[in-house]
């Protein structure tokens, strides 16, 4: 039992705004740990080259040393793909947690050669209540004219605690596309760093989350913009209810030299209690002058004349709500085109807002 | 907008130097010895001098900021904390020693005077050398004067309001603020009553490794309502010189305040200052801000809005060139409900210079009903200057309106290529932009002080562009 | 005095990596209307962009005269202060510059004069009522918020406010309703005279109606491929563009 502080933001701002890192009492971080066995990987064999081991790639942010040193040296599952084809390829990993697989410390690789095209969906959930302890590193590095769909699904049980270090470099040409769906976890604490080096090079974050109950949600997300005409959009949709809280910490970096290049950053949270808190810092780091930042952010209630309508439809308040979420998420859950993933995602949806 | 005006202005005005002459310097440094004979030579109260002591011991305990622009260069034992000008207080220009008078004179302050204003306090280095307002508000109760005079005269009304609204533990050069403040205004607006015209109060830093510490208190009362102006600057010396001043800004119930400051100190002024209002139910503070000078600036206004339906607006730009750091912005905090916030900040950085744009706006969990919004706009007219935006959405509660905008860039060629296609040469097209970028902060300045901002525009960019 | 004001020989400009007009030559007269017609991407907006010499289109070869004056690479003020207007197809905004205080810096700018305020409020109070604009917009920060048919009646009364010799008018017909083009038809109406010229700039030919002009163009792929009076025109109203591209 310790207290942990992470997920320190790029640049720091006055300490009583209470956002330069989230500060997590009583994290147990398990030391030794037993194998994680509920591990299912499905993929297209001629096109993606799978291995049960990955490189100890250094991170240049990370959550926090202890994590990011315990992903290193103890990770109890390792997987690298390596995607070789022109053609469409597909991958799913899929961790299940359970009774006797509580524990999991991940380092998953994704290499996209060049001029390949890949959907990776990587599922993270809990099938009882007991406990989880979840702590991942995925790193990507996404090769000149590679497209990359990365589909991240977190729907872990209410008492887990979720870290993860997401980290990616894009060169020239390259896209990658993140559909990002934190829904579960007591504390689900992610960062995702991305470095933007390519000509061209181009990364689409789309993140919804929802929480209900005690929920803490801290995200940090870092685009560094280097490449010419390299272009980030980060949009971010969320609800919370009862107690939950969410920190959203979004920085675009245009690094010198980055000539045309554009940054837009969209951040919405719907507010559904009174006790819901969503913090928020949406950060425009700058020293190039030929480029387009722009951010947004707004929090508040659902629209009482939306509301209103719905429910002169015949909808009960719950089912009114419900919709309205739901409307918000959907675009960015259109992007997920596994169908067992999504009515999963729904179904939780449905459920966390009872 | 005329080319006339681009050529009349003058760095030299801000530049004048007078010679460092003075009727008492404190040493430099900061021990308690310090404090108290700088407590002796101003004749304190008892209360003020344990005040002060009270407060180094504070200032010694905190920290630098942990964040913001690196202050290391800040040596508090090469600074001189108080410097007495060979002047006492007068009502009457004609009794301001003529260098001094001089300065004034070509600020445009006694002209400023006779033509727009209602009042003006002047401070030169540490003390307050001229104090006067118009017969008819002295009339009707309203209280202008110096800090010094104010602690002697006021001693209830002052010791009810000093440093409660911005605490001497705020942070670490509050407590320096505490511990050496000298200088200032005080101003008190009775119940109901309109000061029409502005009040303006005016520091000017002439003695070279010093710092300037000027208190300013307002008080306006129930449904009585003010405008009051600040202007400030500093001739360029090559050591640092600090400016930590405190504005306390009381607006009580139904009361209107609008809080109006062109800075313009010197390329060598670290500007670490602190300006906190109080909003009463259904009263309001407006600031408008203007941030031209300074090497360093690190000032962020705040509102707190404890009373119901309380309203605040900032309109504010920061202007940035070769070698400033201005880390500007502003923090609100909504404690009641039907509160409502407008922020509209906008910054420029040329030439190497800095802008970051850091801000707070909390909405607490009583705060029903309010409303926040947000817009940020910054200008890069270079590709080795920089601008940052950090701005902090503290959202604790469901019934809220809040959205935050913010937009960084260039002037686009294509605007350019429009007002050239009119016959108007490049750099005139890029200076008309940058113009008409700050607009909406100029309109908001009285018509002296907008025409100021603009000359400041067309210094800071001669040359610079095109 | 020569009645020649722009001459344009043999042009051919490049809009980033692509090249646009491939051989571009035009004599315009004064007291002439023009028209330069084209279905889109043939060049149109190109070639009134590159006699503004707007930086964004680069000149690969050829030459533009203006009263004998080669142009060609001069700077687009200075273009504007010789007597050359352009209408733009989409008006730039300007925030916190008011029209009046925009267009009375630029007529000196032109003129090179000082402005004499009474007369010039006058002036633009005159053109204001005939093109049935709202004078409260005058106070308006540049273009910001107004509608298409705003922006364009502006462009207009630019164009009668600095008395240009010679007008492009870019697409300023697109977009309009009806009524909308009457005003602006009314507007160039008020401009003419026999020591100017238009040229202008479309891509149908609803504005050729209440307008009479000298010569049509017809510009496809880079190129004018034919020439002739407002009977070409009314061909093309009717016919399109088909048996002109290759």
């Known amino acids: ?354 | 907008m005329k080319k006339t005006e681009l050529n009349e202005i003058n760095r030299n005005i801000y530049d004048i130097k007078n010679k460092d002459e003075y009727d008492f310097k404190i040493k430099k440094g900061l021990t308690p010895e310090i404090i108290k004979e700088i407590s002796i030579q101003k004749n304190d109260p008892d209360w003020m001098r344990d005040f002060r002591l009270k407060a180094l011991e504070v200032y010694n305990k905190l920290e630098l900021p942990s964040w913001g622009p690196d202050l290391s260069e800040l040596n508090m034992d090469e600074i001189a904390t108080y410097v007495r000008p060979k002047s006492k207080l007068n009502n009457s220009w004609d009794e301001v020693p003529e260098d001094i008078k001089n300065t004034f004179d070509k600020l445009g302050i006694p002209e400023a005077e006779k033509t727009s204003l209602a009042g003006v306090g002047a401070q030169y280095d540490s003390e307050v050398v001229y104090h006067s307002m118009k017969e008819d508000l002295i009339k009707q109760g309203v209280i202008y004067t110096d800090m010094e005079t104010a602690v002697r005269e006021y001693p209830d009304l002052v010791k009810e309001h000093f440093m409660k609204c911005v605490p001497v533990n705020d942070h670490k050069f509050v407590a320096l603020h505490g511990a050496v403040w000298s200088g200032g205004s005080f101003v008190y607006v009775p119940k109901g009553v309109k000061v029409e015209i502005p009040l303006q109060s005016y520091f000017r830093l002439n003695s070279p490794e010093s710092g300037q510490f000027e208190h300013t208190l307002i008080i306006v009362e129930e449904n009585a309502s003010l405008h009051f102006i600040e202007g400030c600057s500093a001739p360029k010396y090559n050591k640092v010189n600090l400016h930590a001043g405190c504005v306390e800004l009381y607006v009580k119930d139904g009361a209107y305040l609008r809080y109006s400051t062109i800075e313009n100190w010197s390329k060598n002024m670290l500007n670490l200052n602190t300006k906190k209002a109080i909003v009463g139910k259904n009263a309001q503070v407006d600031w408008v801000s203007g941030s031209f000078g300074s090497k360093i600036s690190m000032l962020y206004p705040m509102s707190i809005l404890n009373g119901v339906g309380a309203k605040t607006e900032f309109t504010g730009i920061s202007f940035a060139g070769k070698g400033q750091n201005l880390d500007n912005g502003f923090k609100v905090v909504h404690n009641a409900p039907n509160t409502s916030s407008v922020v509209n900040a906008k910054s420029i950085s040329k030439n190497g210079g800095k802008c970051t744009y850091r801000s707070l706006v909390r909405i607490n969990e009583m705060a029903k009903n309010s409303k926040s919004s947000v817009s940020c706009e910054s200008l890069m007219l270079d590709d080795f200057s920089v601008s940052d935006t950090i701005p902090v959405n503290d959202i604790r509660t469901d019934e809220v309106e809040f959205s935050h905008e913010a937009k960084i860039g260039k002037i686009s060629d294509k605007t350019i290529f429009y007002l050239m296609s009119r016959g108007i040469s490049e750099e005139d097209a890029k200076a008309m932009i940058v113009r008409g970028f700050a607009y909406p902060i100029s309109k908001e300045l009285p018509v002296e002080y907008a025409v100021e901002m603009n000359n400041l525009i067309n210094l800071e960019l001669e040359g610079a562009i095109g | 005095m020569s009645k020649e004001l722009l001459e344009i020989r043999d042009l051919y400009v490049n809009a980033g990596e692509k090249q646009i007009l491939q051989g571009i030559n035009l004599k315009i007269n004064k007291g002439e209307i023009h028209v330069i017609m084209g279905p889109n991407g043939s060049g149109k907006t190109t070639t009134a962009n590159a006699i503004l010499n707007n930086p964004e289109y680069k000149k690969e070869k050829g030459q533009i005269l203006f009263e004998g004056e080669n142009i060609t690479n001069s700077k687009t003020d200075e273009i504007a202060r010789k007597g050359i207007f352009m209408s733009f197809q989409l008006p730039e905004e300007i925030p916190g510059i008011s029209v009046t205080n925009f267009l009375k810096y630029a007529k000196n700018k032109v003129t090179g004069k000082p402005v004499k305020i009474f007369e010039f409020k006058e002036e633009l109070k005159k053109y204001m009522e005939e093109l049935s604009m709202n004078s409260k917009n005058m106070e308006r920060s540049l273009n910001v918020g107004f509608s298409g048919g705003e922006k364009k009646k502006n462009e207009i009364l630019q164009m009668l406010v600095l008395n240009p010799k010679l007008a492009i008018l870019d697409e300023t017909d697109s977009g309009l309703d009806v009524d909308a083009i009457r005003t602006v038809s009314k507007g160039i109406e008020m401009f003419k005279n026999e020591n100017n010229a238009i040229l202008i700039i479309t891509h149908n030919t609803k504005i050729l109606h209440s307008l009479k002009v000298d010569y049509v163009h017809v510009l496809v792929n880079g190129k004018i491929v034919t020439t002739g009076s407002q009977e070409l025109a009314k061909d093309i109203e009717e016919n399109g563009y088909s048996k002109y591209k290759k």
């Open chain 1, 1 to 354: 039992m310790e207290t942990i502080k992470l997920n320190e933001t790029p640049v720091r701002t006055a300490r009583n705004f209470r956002i330069n890192n989230i500060k997590l009492e009583n994290i147990e971080i398990p030391n030794s740990l037993s194998n994680f066995k509920n591990v299912t990987i499905s993929y297209d064999k001629n096109k993606i080259k799978v291995e049960e081991k990955a490189n100890k790639v250094d991170l240049a942010y990370g959550l926090e040393h202890t994590l990011t040193e315990q992903v290193k040296t103890e990770a109890n599952k390792n997987i690298t793909l390596t995607i070789d084809s022109k053609e469409k390829a597909e991958a799913k990993i899929n961790f299940k947690f359970n009774e006797q697989n509580k524990e999991l410390v991940d380092n998953i690789e994704i290499i996209a050669k060049e001029n390949t095209n890949a959907t990776v969906v990587i599922e993270y959930e809990s099938t009882s209540k007991v406990q989880n302890f979840h702590n991942g590193i995925i790193s990507v590095s996404a090769k000149n004219s590679a497209n990359l769909n990365l589909v991240i699904i977190n729907l872990t049980n209410v008492e887990t605690n979720n870290f993860l270090a997401i980290q990616d470099t894009i060169e020239a040409n390259a896209k990658i596309i993140y559909t990002i769906v934190d829904f579960g976890g007591k504390n689900s604490i992610t960062n995702l760093y991305s470095n933007l080096i390519g000509k061209c090079s181009e990364n689409r974050i789309n993140t919804i989350y929802l929480g209900s109950k005690d929920q803490l949600f801290d995200l940090n997300y870092i685009g560094e913009l280097r490449g010419e005409k390299s272009n980030i959009q980060i949009e971010v949709q969320g609800a919370l209810t009862d107690n939950a809280r969410k920190h959203f910490k979004g920085t675009i970096d245009f690094k010198k030299g980055c000539k045309k290049a554009k940054g837009n950053e969209n951040e919405s949270c719907m507010l559904l209690s009174d006790t819901a808190k969503s913090l928020s810092l949406p950060m425009l780091l700058c020293s190039e002058e030929d480029v387009e930042g722009n951010h947004s952010s707004s929090a508040g209630k659902v629209g009482l004349k939306e509301l209103f309508y719905i429910m002169s439809r015949g909808f009960t308040l719950k089912e009114a709500m419900k919709l309205m979420v739901r409307a918000r998420f959907n675009e960015i859950l259109e992007n997920i085109e596994n169908e067992e993933a999504k009515e999963k995602i729904i179904n939780e949806m449905n459920k966390k807002l009872d």
